[in-house]
């Protein structure tokens, strides 16, 4: 079976709307998503699916010329093909042979793969609205940013009001807690909450020792990412109770193996919508250490891309026994958000971050150099009362003012009381 055509689509898939209140200042490129069509010589067609502007790798630019008349089968493992591709090539030829894509992966370990909602850093009232529709839509489990400028408990308290006693909450700091001095400080005082399940990249993970002195302190799982540092140290150093894994099949049927001889769990992060969460739901079934609830951020779009939509029941996704990845495009929706670009911009904004004193600090750079600037300004560790929002462009002068002077100034630090604003 040979490869006859390739056919890759951008489409612009937005974001729901209480996802794009905050995504669109930070990540509006993963509206981005590119289609992968595959036509075989047997008439056969694969699709798959793409996050350019994030995923673990892309489709390359010459693909046409690597894989068009080739054998399928001996592309199947290539990861350097691209996320898309390799999907559409396992959903190809699981369709020619008419099995489902965990047959081609290996014996299957499992019926249902667990799967987590996700959501970027927020205030307590927009984790709190996230975390219900969670429930709604059949999620028993969220995975959230956690992030330093906001009052964490209050982020909590407020999810704990709105979800079942049974709901898990993951945070991933993604390093910010900066040092073991301040993460054990914080991870022990969230110990309260027995919803709180897992933590995520507390500090960076090239921190062997402040990690290894954190697992020793908190009394919840610690996942790292795969790799970072070589698993080998971290298996060695026992700094990790699981990893995240998020790499093409290949890699990941290596990293399960790896994991299960250490007998460590892992969750699978491969973002994207309802394509990639179905990609993702067979390598659950068949990596025996996929235990832990994978992370597609299938929730943040309005549309899944297929038919019939995934439901889950209890926090768990039916893995599917039709022939390859087992659903249906939906032709509607890719004709619908096709455009002819690949990027999206962050409309103009400043970062405003608040105290309860009264203090208020303008950051001008991303929320990732924010992942560094914050510390360097010396702000606290989820204070109590804290808060953190963007701030858009209304088109008034007032804000071009504010742009001008932050961006000229890289910060601006000033008290704020109401209508009053004196200038520190």
Not at 85 to 99: E, P, R, Y
Request: proline share 6%; with cysteine; hydrophobic share 40%.
């Amino acid at each position: 079976m040979k490869i006859s055509k390739v056919e890759l689509t951008h489409l612009d898939v937005p974001f729901t709307a209480h996802t794009n209140s905050q995504m669109q200042y930070w990540l509006p490129h993963w509206r981005i998503v590119q289609i992968c069509k595959l036509t075989m010589d047997n008439g056969v067609v694969g699709w798959g699916e793409t996050i350019p502007n994030y995923t673990w790798s892309k489709v390359p630019g010459d693909i046409e010329d690597r894989i068009v008349g080739k054998e399928a089968g001996a592309l199947l493992w290539q990861d350097e093909l691209g996320a898309g591709v390799q999907i559409a090539l396992f959903d190809a030829i699981g369709k020619s042979l008419n099995v489902p894509i965990y047959r081609l992966l290996g014996p299957k370990v499992r019926n249902w793969s667990p799967i987590s909602w996700w959501a970027m850093d927020m205030l307590p009232r927009d984790w709190a609205r996230q975390c219900a529709d969670a429930v709604k839509q059949g999620y028993m489990s969220a995975k959230l940013k956690a992030r330093t400028w906001y009052d964490l408990h209050a982020s909590i308290r407020a999810i704990l009001r709105v979800v079942p006693e049974q709901f898990r909450i993951d945070l991933d700091f993604n390093g910010t807690l900066d040092n073991a001095a301040n993460a054990v400080q914080m991870l022990k005082s969230l110990e309260q909450y027995e919803q709180v399940a897992m933590i995520e990249s507390p500090i960076p993970q090239g921190d062997v020792a402040g990690n290894a002195h954190i697992r020793q302190r908190i009394n919840r799982p610690v996942a790292m990412h795969f790799g970072s540092p070589p698993p080998m140290t971290t298996l060695a150093e026992d700094i990790a109770d699981g990893f995240v894994v998020c790499a093409g099949a290949s890699n990941i049927m290596r990293q399960n193996t790896i994991c299960d001889t250490a007998n460590k769990p892992f969750w699978l992060q491969l973002v994207g919508t309802g394509i990639t969460t179905t990609w993702a739901a067979h390598l659950g079934a068949a990596c025996i250490q996929a235990k832990w609830p994978a992370i597609t951020c299938m929730n943040i779009w309005r549309s899944q891309l297929i038919k019939p939509t995934i439901e889950l029941r209890g926090g768990f996704h039916r893995v599917p026994e039709r022939p390859g990845l087992g659903v249906q495009v939906d032709r509607a929706a890719i004709r619908r958000y096709t455009v002819d670009y690949s990027w999206v911009d962050q409309p103009r904004h400043v970062y405003r971050y608040s105290r309860a004193s009264g203090e208020v600090t303008y950051f001008s750079c991303s929320k990732e150099t924010l992942h560094s600037e914050y510390p360097r300004n010396a702000l606290p560790i989820c204070e109590a009362g804290s808060s953190l929002v963007p701030v858009g462009d209304d088109r008034t002068r007032r804000f071009s003012d504010l742009y001008r002077e932050v961006n000229r100034e890289g910060t601006l630090r000033r008290m704020e009381r109401g209508r009053r604003t004196r200038r520190k």
